[in-house]
């Protein structure tokens, strides 16, 4: 049996970030821990210009503001193309709620 391929610098990089990424103990006080380590997850990504992704909805304003500075034009625009908001899902509720005032 020949030995296992080279994993390239983005995939290390890529299975580095994943163990980063915390699992939350699914109690009150694990989901706000967990909660806590995303957010500072993402503010070390915003120190270095990176982002994140959005799937976590930990995120506050402000970090998603930052990562995203389109974010909220986005939101206008799927409201717009979607007044009837037939295309939605717990993520879009979630961050509906956190760019209310502006839509």
């Keep these: 049996m ?4 080279a994993i390239s610098a983005l995939g290390q990089a890529a299975l580095r970030l994943r163990d980063l990424q915390p699992a939350p103990v699914h109690s009150p006080e694990g989901l706000r821990r967990s909660g806590d380590a995303f957010r500072r997850l993402i503010d070390m990504a915003i120190k270095r210009n990176g982002t994140y992704l959005t799937y976590h909805r930990d ?3 402000p970090q998603i503001e930052k ?9 206008q625009l799927k409201t717009h193309y979607d007044p009837e908001e037939r295309f939605q899902s717990d ?3 979630d961050y509906k709620k956190i ?3 502006s839509l």
Excluded: E
């Design 2 to 5: 020949g030995s296992l391929p």
């Design 59 to 61: 995120a506050t304003r």
């Design 67 to 75: 990562c995203y500075p389109q974010f909220a034009q986005f939101l």
């Design 91 to 93: 993520w879009y509720r």
């Design 99 to 101: 760019f209310a005032d």
